[in-house]
């Protein structure tokens, strides 16, 4: 089956820096790769998704980027605000196991003022 | 219009005993899963459901048993309660199964003592 690696399982970062969290995935075959963000005590929520025939995409101040060649995906947060702390998990999806989400372990960031 | 909606919220069993977690979305979805979440681990996927009639294990079925009881409600049992399903769990759903967006229940922490 799908196996999502993601690093790095913590970071933490000023205010007003840029943070960038890498997924690596081992199914040619997945198609569909979202970001979802969990704040502590609460459910998993989309932030950004990238789908197969795109190569970047951006949202305000999230992007994502899709490399299939090499089998990773980025997220890249830039100017950082407090708000953002929270748990950020990758995830890929394919044909298998009923196109389920397949999630990295996550990543805690913690921005500080 | 509820979403994905997950009962109870947090359960305590004794070694041994069973329950069954509820969970019903009203957004028409055809595709349903149960994950569990452990601290460090991401969301592991238990079982899933890709349409209505259809169930299928996932990555941690051993344990637990699924009911797709109609389109809308996913019910996940635990028929012999042990400390090592002490979890948070959550349910989700998707319109369909292509690179769409899953949508999170509000979770249920279980305590096995």
């Known amino acids: 089956g799908e196996n999502v690696e993601q690093h790095p399982s913590t970071l933490s970062v000023q205010e007003g820096d840029s943070a960038v969290i890498k997924c690596t995935y081992s199914d040619s075959a997945s198609n569909y790769f979202p970001w979802y963000k969990q704040e502590l005590g609460k459910r998993p929520q989309l932030i950004i998704d990238i789908r197969s025939n795109v190569g970047e995409k951006k949202d305000q101040r999230i992007a994502v980027t899709l490399n299939k060649t090499a089998k990773h995906f980025s997220l890249h947060i830039t100017e950082t605000q407090p708000e953002d702390s929270a748990v950020y998990f990758c995830a890929a999806t394919n044909s298998n196991s009923g196109y389920a989400l397949n999630f990295g372990k996550g990543t805690s960031l913690l921005v500080t003022p | 219009n509820a979403g994905v909606t997950q009962t109870p919220k947090f359960q305590v069993l004794k070694t041994g005993q069973s329950m069954t977690l509820q969970c019903a979305q009203d957004m028409n979805h055809n595709s349903m899963y149960w994950y569990r979440q452990d601290p460090g681990m991401g969301l592991r996927l238990i079982y899933y459901?890709?349409?209505?009639?259809?169930?299928d294990k996932g990555e941690v079925p051993n344990g637990y048993n699924v009911s797709r009881l109609n389109k809308r409600e996913f019910s996940l049992r635990l028929e012999s309660a042990a400390p090592s399903q002490t979890s948070v769990y959550f349910c989700?759903?998707?319109?369909?199964?292509?690179?769409?967006?899953?949508?999170f229940g509000q979770g249920t922490r279980l305590t096995v003592v």
């Open positions: 459901s890709a349409s209505e009639g259809t169930t």
């Open positions: 989700a759903s998707r319109i369909d199964s292509l690179n769409t967006e899953a949508f």
